[in-house]
T-cell receptor
Framework: EDQVTQSPEALRLQEGESSSLNCSYT??????LFWYRQDPGKGPEFLFT???AGEEKEKERLKATLTKKESFLHITAPKPEDSATYLC??????????FGQGTRLTINP | DAGVIQSPRHEVTEMGQEVTLRCKPI?????LFWYRQTMMRGLELLIY????????DSGMPEDRFSAKMPNASFSTLKIQPSEPRDSAVYFC??????????????FGQGTRLTVV
């Protein structure tokens, strides 16, 4: 059974303080690892898809990386508007996404 | 495109009543997913459709839950009778079929259901 574990559950940073979020996964035949951002009261918003170990993708202050067992979401010099819950999900042989519990990120000004 | 549209945004109902949640996927998307989100269990897949046909309903918690997709532009999730433990945010998502299937899903804004 596909599984995703995210850590930490919550992370509080000062503005400008860089850090990383972790997503560990087990999946039968990875067909994509996905990162989403979710703001309170809204649906998840797509950020990145990674397909194979060694792949990296960047968007503004965010960079996602992938190994055979885990993915990291690196946040460089974050701003208060980066505060959100970040969700990781995998798609295996089936067409469905299996999500982790998320990391709730708070950036203090 | 306006994105995935869900209605209502909020629903408060009494235990035992029937609840119907609605979803309009993005035009041209072949896959439609229903998820439920709670603090305890996070985002759980309930059921998904491909070309209007239910493919996997193993996540539907019990017979009180049913979902239909009568056409490519509309789906419903029904709970009958509703119970307080059904209180959650229900999300609909859709994505296109692009060969290998390595594409992201787009989510609606969700329906917050409260059963009292």
């Amino acid at each position: 059974e596909d599984q995703v574990t995210q850590s930490p559950e919550a992370l509080r940073l000062q503005e400008g303080e860089s850090s990383s979020l972790n997503c560990s996964y087990t999946v039968s035949g990875l067909r994509g690892l996905f990162w989403y951002r979710q703001d309170p009261g809204k649906g998840p918003e797509f950020l990145f898809t990674l397909y194979s170990a060694g792949e990296e993708k960047e968007k503004e202050r965010l960079k996602a990386t992938l190994t055979k067992k885990e993915s990291f979401l690196h946040i460089t010099a974050p701003k208060p508007e980066d505060s959100a819950t970040y969700l990781c999900a995998v798609r295996g042989g089936a067409q469905k996404l299996v999500f982790g519990q998320g990391t709730r990120l708070t950036i203090n000004p | 495109d306006a994105g995935v549209i869900q209605s209502p945004r909020h629903e408060v109902t009494e235990m035992g009543q029937e609840v119907t949640l609605r979803c309009k996927p993005i035009s041209g998307h072949d896959y439609l997913f229903w998820y439920r989100q709670t603090m305890m269990r996070g985002l759980e897949l309930l059921i998904y459709f491909n070309n209007n046909v239910p493919i996997d309903d193993s996540g539907m918690p019990e017979d009180r839950f049913s979902a239909k997709m009568p056409n490519a532009s509309f789906s419903t999730l029904k709970i009958q009778p509703s119970e307080p433990r059904d209180s959650a945010v229900y999300f609909c998502a859709s994505r296109p079929n692009m060969g290998a299937g390595n594409t992201e899903a787009f989510f609606g804004q969700g329906t917050r259901l409260t059963v009292v």
